[in-house]
């Protein structure tokens, strides 16, 4: 009998797949989350002549408390080129279960075809080009997207959507939805739009309160994007999900903030969602014999009472 006939014939990959699952062998869901970059670092931070890319604590606990593990995506800027010559953002992507887009600096006018209307307002085009890189590669890949504030925005953006690059200059009738004083403690109301996937997630309440630390909003939708949640007082827009094949939304508010702040809408019911969705993905990729790593992704955990 030849080697080749005494080597067992391999199941398909499928099924093979699904043998694992069965066994119980876990892993943690891999949530990317883009950098906030700091182009020019002050000096007291001991950083000459450098640059800067992080993740705010609060957002990446916010994942970690969910029981899945953060990644922060670094930017390959202008300098780094050479960082990605033999790694491309698609392989990166294939690592990753998710993105979370953080908060952080305006986008730019020019990322939506405009010029800014003060040079303060001219965002970070480094910034918008590395994660609507990112962005895009996830939902090309059906791998689920999270925006979170400038993260909601440039979502809308990359869906052929605009921004009002200043709420108080071009929304007169709006209120105010930033206090540099007070930043995480200014606050406001958001309502629900009924029937809406947002809404299901918190079926006791149509009107919540939330953390507004913005002076840019959604202007003119993006293409295939439908409202969640708007601003209570002057229906500015809140939070919304994207309804094409991929998992995508977005909200304006801070959910990271709000833990420990009963008189602010649950956190939870958002990330559990949105890792329910990671899973569910990585699932089928699993099912489907696509993921090499052969552990099953474990479910989200509820924070603890």
């Known amino acids: 009998m030849t080697a080749a006939a005494r080597t ?8 093979a797949s699904r043998a694992v699952r069965a066994a119980g062998k876990e892993r943690p869901l891999r949530i990317g989350v883009s950098a906030r970059l700091m ?6 931070l001991g950083f000459r002549n450098k640059s ?32 990605a010559r033999h790694l491309k953002v698609e392989q990166v992507v294939h690592e990753l279960d998710a993105l979370v887009l953080q908060g952080g600096a305006d986008v730019a006018p020019e990322t939506y075809g405009q010029k800014p209307l003060k040079d303060e307002w001219r965002g970070d085009l480094v910034r918008d080009r590395y994660e609507l890189a990112l962005l895009r590669c996830f939902l090309a890949q059906k791998k689920p997207v999270l925006g979170v504030c400038r993260g909601a925005q440039l979502l809308n953006v990359a869906f052929g959507g605009t921004l009002y690059q200043d709420i108080a200059t071009q929304c007169q009738s709006a209120h105010e939805h930033i206090d540099v004083e007070l930043y995480d403690q200014f ?7 009924q029937g809406s996937p947002l809404a299901e997630l918190y079926p006791k309440a149509t009107q919540l309160r939330v953390t507004s630390i913005h002076h840019q ?22 939070a919304f999900r994207c309804t094409g094949e991929a998992y995508a939304r977005g909200v304006q508010w801070h959910p990271e903030f709000h833990h420990d702040r009963k008189r602010l809408a649950d956190s939870s019911p958002i990330m559990l969602d949105f890792l329910r969705a990671a899973r569910d993905a990585a699932l089928a990729r699993f099912d489907a014999g696509l993921e090499l790593d052969p552990r099953v992704p474990s479910a989200p955990l509820l924070l603890s009472a």
């Open 187 to 193: 606050e406001h109301d958001v309502t629900f739009i």
């Open 8 to 15: 067992p014939a391999r199941p398909p990959a499928a099924k």
């Open 217 to 238: 909003a959604v202007a003119e939708l993006g293409k295939g994007i439908e409202v969640e949640a708007v601003s209570t007082l002057d229906g500015l827009v809140e």
């Open 39 to 44: 182009h020019q670092v002050p000096s007291e």
């Open 52 to 83: 800067l890319q992080y993740i705010e604590a609060s957002l990446a606990h916010w994942v970690l408390a969910h029981g899945a593990v953060a990644f922060m995506v670094p930017a390959v800027t202008h300098d780094s080129r050479h960082a």
